[in-house]
């Protein structure tokens, strides 16, 4: 693959635009320019940071009543009014608009009738009006503006012919005009302008008359700065004001530069540049910094930087003040904070917040007026709120929102009217709305916008006129629009409450109902592994005609659908003996292993749409497979796969084909390392791979080469049985042959001398079998064997003192064991399956203690057993299973670890039949949770039932 499209990735933010343009005007070629002419840039004052009284923010209109809600995005200020994108049953995603009213909450225009969506883009505000772009049906992208009322939402021009993911028009405001980019045939991507008339819509200047590529606006002091061909341009607007800055030439005739990451810090242009060339695979390891004053002799390099984590993207350069600020790395300090005076010697690491080569991964880079802002991960602290000013005397933790670890995961940081808002995760809170003026003090929570332990998971800060508007949901509720008001000042002085509109949807007897019949009739659509992803099920399904494929739901029974069939025809492109361990999501996208017939078992990857569900790369090209089995660990996308040269080893992608590379050849030459129990333990990946020296061992991984590396000496033989991380400890099962003993429990903090095992906890080869360890509150619970005790539940603190029987729950000697299976969290308190003489298999929790280990109900009273092997789901503080209590059937019940508290959810079969098989796969995602059952009507399919029902 050529490495013009990864460059095309950093230079444009990925838009599905694609349309035919014509020039409404001509306008000559630039002149040559003064390429020396001095400007002296403006100097831009910073909004400082203010105290201010915290009112109740309030939900702006439930435009989708229920769940899942309408999904508001692209919220955009135009002159006091928000314009948004959203999502209703009767439109499809469509032009919404609010004053933070009721009745100023609507629908601008329905651009494509009926529940068809349309697919806008890039809003962006210009005095009173609203431009986008939209993308057509056929693959055109349109220029288009809007009022906020129907009859003055309106076409303008075609933009582009062709359908280009990567490549943005840039709409950018300077001098009271929009400045955007147009391809067409003639003259390649050139720069144009309007005012929003056609008779003010015109080309600027053709730089280089054919195809060449204009790239990157930027508005830096009194110039409108962007890139074509091999130069640094700059525009007053006019076609003589037009003028090349400088040029930059490669002594090899085969590289050309590529530039990215243009920022403007008070009049000042920096960016960063490296000569590329078309056979490029992966990002340089260095990039080179530059800055510009719009002249030749003050257009200079600030020296070389190491791109993060291999990725050109993760520099997240932000401007605050006279300073930029991006992430950085070095070997011996990891991925860390640096920043830039503009001066060489001022380009440099602000500070080693996690000292040594580890990474402190700061993110979420924000400013406000001339600090910045971010999220930092250090050990003993978790991710939290720092900032700087460019100094390391002035950089410091701002506050520990969360005591020691795990972290508070800090997301959405924005800076709006002088302060900062964000959200963050509290245990009995959830992720919920905070605010910060800089200080200690001044840093806490707003409100909790859905009590309790439910996360309201706000999101998109903007402020439009005197209110400040954001995404977010509550327990009954999907993701709305939701608004606080301002004081004077810009900051949050109340709220209120708007209306609902109205949204139909299918609803069975009770809370929970089917979602959709997959395969009509009795006919069984084979649901498999299931993941959730930014609030959207995503999940395998053979509706026969398809054959098992990609599916996706949004809860509600329109929005389930075949995502795409990527093998035409009945075979299908998943492999049913694989699947389990082949869906993971990352973001907003799930990556999942599919062979279309043409390339063999490989990555792939979709946002949920047909466009955007592709092959990331084929690592075994032809038609063999590779073997990928993906993995998210410490924000890295990880892949185990073979890619018929290096035999199966670790790689890293950021789903794109030239970003798809191997991490290291842990095992060189064909065979292979085998990288095996992916687990994520303390931001990196650890897992079992195996050398030609130490043979299988535990290794672990950030991604890089020289971060991956083996943390264990131990030369034991790893069980089958799959690991379990608990708080910072992983937990496995493994024989020690040197020490004479069988499988046992060990434990790993990812550190040599923290690798060991925890107990002979049954003496001698016959080991305890360790299995179904359970994180609950960071302490692990497990069932293991003893001669004494036979199979019984144990706990451990991740100390060989600390791990002990819980309770002999079927007391007798070695043969009269319980059985225990299937534990599940909730809420602190760990519910497992047990069986004892008296009451069978039933269910039992345990708070860690002999004492608080206790039978929660005889669904089934006497000896016989509910059977509730199958399956047991922890939600907040509930947990959903399967059982019979002798009566219904198998249905699916709820319990909130009392007696009076364990019920039956809904008899979805009436009868002692029950929706067999017994109701399982249980699976959260956004507001609902999905669970698999039998109706004897139509077969195995997807149920649904909102969380706020489970009470």
Known sequence: MSARPLLQRLFYSALPLAVACGPLSSTPSAPPGPEDAQHAPPVLTATRAQDEGLGNPSRVEDIVPGQPGSAPTSLTDVAGTLFFLTTDAAHGTELWKSDGSSRGTRLVEDLTPGPESSELHALTAMGRTLFFIRATPDYRAELWKSDGT????????????????????????????????VTNDAHGTELWKTDGTRRGTSRVVDIVPGQERSRELVVSGDFLYFFAADALWRTDGTTTG?????RFESDDPDEYPSFFSATDADGTLYFLMFFNYEEREDPPAFVTLWKSDGTTRGTVP???????????EAFAMTAAGRRVFFRSTDPAAGVEPWTSDGTPGGTRRIADLRPGPASSYPRELTALGSVLY???????????????????????????????????????????????????YEPHKGHELWTSDGTRGGTRRVEDLAPGAFSSSPRDFTRSGSRLFFVAQDRYRGAELWAAKLDSGGHLAGAERLVEASHARHSGSGPAYQLQDIVPGQGDPALYSAVDADGRLFFFANDVSTGLELWTSDGTPEGTRLVKDIRPGPEGSISVFTYAQELVSHGRRVFFTADDGIHGTELWTSDGTE?????????????????AVPFVAGGVLFVSADDGVHGSELWRSNGTEAGTVLVRDIYPGATGSSPSNLNELRGALIFVATDPEYGPELWRSDGTPEGTYRVSDTDIGFASEPMRVVGDLLFFSAQDWGRGTGEELWRSDGTPEGTFMLGDLAPGLQGSYPATVTDVGGTAFFFAYNQVYGREPWVSDGTPEGTRL????????????????????????FFFAASSPLHGEELWKSDGTEAGTVLVRDINPGPSS????????????????????????AEPW?????RRGTRMLQELVPGVKGSMPFPRYFIRSGQNVFFHADDLSTGKEWWIVPVRDLD
């Open 150 to 181: 129907a009859g003055g939402t309106s076409y303008l021009m075609d933009i582009d012919p062709l359908y280009n993911a990567y490549r943005s028009p840039g709409l950018t405001v300077f001098k009271g005009s929009i400045y955007f980019f």
């Open 806 to 829: 819980l309770r002999d729950v079927n007391p007798g000697d070695a043969w009269s064991v319980s059985y225990p299976g299937f534990g599940a969290a909730s809420e602190g308190t």
């Open 242 to 246: 037009t003028a090349r800055v400088r």
């Open 866 to 889: 509910s059977l509730l092997w199958l399956e047991l789901y922890g939600v907040e503080d509930l947990l959903l299973f399967g059982a019979d209590d002798g009566v219904h059937g």
């Open 302 to 312: 600030l020296g070389d930087v190491r791109t993060p984590d291999e990725n050109l």
């Open 894 to 898: 709820v319990s909130d670890g009392t």
């Open 611 to 627: 466009r955007g569900t592709r092959l990331v790369r084929d690592l075994r090209p032809g038609p063999e497979s590779s073997r």
């Open 374 to 424: 971010f999220s930092a991960y250090v050990p003993g602290l978790g991710d939290e709120l720092w900032r700087t000013d460019g100094t390391p005397g002035g950089t410091r933790m701002v506050k520990d929102l969360r005591a020691g670890e795990p972290s508070p995961s800090l997301a959405y940081l924005a800076a709006v009217g002088g302060r900062l808002f964000f959200t963050a």
